[in-house]
C-alpha cells in the first residue's frame, strides 16, 4: 500500500473559517475523512504546522520513507529558502498544492521556493488540488 503524507503549513488549521471565499467553507478534517474513505488502498497521514522549523523536521522524517509528500508550504511557499532546501535534501517526491491559483493573486504569491526541486505542482482547484495530488501518486506506473 502506498504511504503518502500531506504536510500544511502556515493559517491552515483555520481552514473552512479563514477566508471562505478563497478558501472555501469545508474544514481540512471533514475533507481528511471523505478523501481517506475515497482512497481506501492508500495510506493518508496528516501534518499540519505553523511553525517553519516543525515543517522543515517532517519532511526530514518522511523525506526517506514514504513514496509521496503532498505539500502546501502555505504563506511559506513564498518565503522559505530553508524549505526548499529540504524539499531538495530528502528523496520522496514532494507534489506541491495550493488551494487558490496563487498567479491570479498578489504578486507575492507568485514566487515559491518549493517548485523548483518539486515533482509537480498542482493549484487554484480549491481542496481537490489535493485530491488531484494523491491520484498523480496513485496512477503513477
Ligand atoms: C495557499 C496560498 C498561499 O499564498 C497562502 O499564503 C496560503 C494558502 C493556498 O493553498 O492557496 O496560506 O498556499
Redesign the pocket.
Known amino acids: 500500500m502506498k504511504k503518502l503524507i500531506i504536510i500544511n ?4 488549521n483555520l481552514l473552512g473559517k479563514r477566508e471562505p471565499a ?2 472555501g467553507s469545508l474544514s481540512f478534517t471533514e475533507f481528511l475523512d471523505k478523501i481517506k474513505d475515497k482512497y481506501k488502498n492508500v495510506e493518508i497521514e496528516y501534518f499540519q504546522s505553523n511553525i517553519e522549523g516543525e515543517i522543515i523536521d517532517k519532511l526530514h522524517e518522511a523525506g526517506f520513507s514514504y513514496d509521496g509528500i503532498i505539500l ?4 511559506y ?2 518565503t522559505s529558502i530553508g524549505i526548499g532546501d529540504a524539499v531538495k535534501s530528502i528523496e520522496t517526491p514532494v507534489v506541491e ?6 498567479f491570479n ?1 498578489e504578486e507575492f ?1 507568485h514566487q515559491s521556493y518549493i517548485s523548483p526541486n518539486a515533482k509537480g505542482v498542482i ?1 487554484g482547484f480549491g481542496l481537490q ?1 489535493y485530491e488531484l495530488a494523491i491520484q498523480s501518486f496513485k496512477l503513477e506506473v
Open positions: 503549513g502556515p493559517n491552515l478563497i478558501y502546501n508550504a502555505a504563506a511557499t513564498h498544492v495550493h488551494i487558490s491559483n496563487t493573486r504569491r493549484l488540488s
